[in-house]
């Protein structure tokens, strides 16, 4: 892995972890939803008009289209309408770190669809991720908001979720499609379903358009969406899904320290053993990965191995 492409990856998971707060700063003027179509809609038309001013080509044939719509349907539908109701139920922090719970969902995926066979490391890795999920949500689900507390929680899942999915079919297209010009039409794809929830769901009429709302609209379209997804989109052209996933230990790290800088947020002793939990369940999934991938480049024969790290 390039230092440049290492650079590019912690960058992203530095504006990834910024954004639950900026949400949360931004859903005091506006409706959920509404909010969420803007910074989608607003994200993608600069992506796609930057392509189209620097001449940048745009993707060609029904499958990278069908492939795009996945993706714009995942990361930005699902992803964006997770964020901005969960963000109404659980704390910035604690929601950076249940929502970069990606690998384990990844490793659930595996195992469902692709067949993949979980082993004793594999799964001990879901059960402890999960196990931390648990943790991390029950303090607050017993003493105080119960119901919407859960809720919450089950919002930032369906976001991870679907942020999984994307990525997926993100890496299929690596490489074969202009990052500008895919990332900007995703982004205008996935606008589509939150903006037809907006009009039939909320009135987007009631937007309060003070300093700091459109601050943070700029902020989460800007850095949190455009250049974030062309950071990663770039960097999973020369980087392993796997390889680039393992930086989202950091995701939860700056989370949690912009969660007690911003708001002053305390865990409870259940909490930090959760988090704990959930970080090492990524270990073990990761360590699963690490292990298989070398297994494979031990079978390959000696002409058919890389010549470097990637």
């Not at 900026?22 to 994200?43: C, D, N």
């Not at 067949?115 to 105080?144: M, R």
């Not at 300093?211 to 989460?220: D, P, R």
């Not at 999934?285 to 058919?304: C, F, I, T, W, Y």
Request: net charge neutral; glycine share 10%.
């Amino acid at each position: 892995m390039t230092p440049v492409a290492t650079l590019k990856i912690v960058f992203a998971m530095v504006l990834w972890a910024l954004c639950f707060p900026v949400i949360v700063a931004g859903l005091e003027y506006s409706p959920h939803l509404t909010f969420a179509a803007m910074r989608a809609a607003l994200a993608g038309i600069i992506l796609t008009l930057l392509a189209l001013v620097l001449g940048r080509p745009f993707p060609r044939g029904w499958r990278v289209w069908m492939t795009l719509s996945g993706v714009g349907l995942g990361a930005t539908s699902l992803g964006f309408l997770g964020m901005f109701h969960a963000a109404e139920f659980v704390s910035p922090g604690l929601a950076t770190v249940i929502a970069n719970t990606q690998p384990l969902l990844a490793a659930v995926l595996a195992a469902l669809w692709l067949g993949e066979k979980l082993s004793i490391l594999g799964s001990s890795g879901l059960f402890a991720g999960f196990a931390g999920i648990v943790l991390i949500a029950l303090p607050d689900f017993l003493a105080e908001r119960n119901e919407s507390y859960a809720i919450g929680v089950l919002y930032i899942i369906l976001a991870a979720a679907g942020v999984t999915f994307s990525n997926v079919m993100i890496k299929s297209i690596a490489g074969k499609v202009d990052s500008l010009s895919a990332m900007g039409l995703q982004m205008l794809l996935g606008s589509v379903p939150l903006a037809i929830a907006a009009l039939v769901t909320e009135e987007p009429t009631t937007i309060n358009w003070t300093f700091t709302f459109i601050a943070s609209l700029l902020a989460l379209a800007l850095a949190g969406s455009a250049l974030v997804y062309w950071l990663w989109f770039t960097a999973l052209e020369t980087v392993p899904l796997n390889r680039a996933n393992a930086f989202s230990f950091l995701i939860p790290v700056f989370g949690l320290t912009l969660g007690f800088v911003i708001y002053g947020e305390r865990l409870s002793p259940l909490q930090i053993i959760g988090i704990v939990m959930i970080f090492l369940g990524i270990a073990l999934v990761h360590r699963r990965k690490a292990m298989l991938g070398n297994e494979v480049d031990s079978e390959r024969p000696a002409s058919q191995s890389g010549g470097g790290e990637v």
